[in-house]
């Protein structure tokens, strides 16, 4: 499985980003995708995760409210709409997919939230 994100950069506070991620490659073993970031000097975390079906999400307490995950199977993509952003959201967010057949990371997308 191959991830691919894209979808970050930089916005004032307050504003929104959407993070993409495509997946390819052996899609049909995957069974959960979520969205971590990791900002400098911290470690990586968990901000949102989704079932392949779309069908069960859980949300960082620090992100609900503001941020929704979404999955388009007939695209393979997930996304990530990221909204009332904070500087405290600044951070490499990276994709990650989880199956029977191991667990992938995408390559990282970063994202910078100016106060």
Do not use: H
Not at 85 to 105: F, H, I, Q
């Amino acid at each position: 499985v191959q991830l691919v994100e894209s979808g970050g950069g930089l916005v004032q506070a307050g504003g929104s980003l959407r993070l993409s991620c495509a997946a390819s490659g052996s899609t049909f073993s995957i069974n959960t995708m979520g969205w971590y970031r990791q900002a400098p000097g911290k470690q990586r975390e968990l901000v949102a995760q989704i079932t392949s079906g779309g069908g069960s999400t859980n949300y960082a307490d620090s992100v609900k409210g503001r941020f929704t995950i979404s999955i388009d199977n007939a695209k393979n993509t997930m996304y990530l709409q990221m909204n009332s952003l904070k500087p405290e959201d600044t951070a490499v967010y990276y994709c990650n997919a989880r199956g029977g057949l191991g667990k992938y990371w995408g390559q990282g997308t970063q994202v910078t939230v100016s106060s």
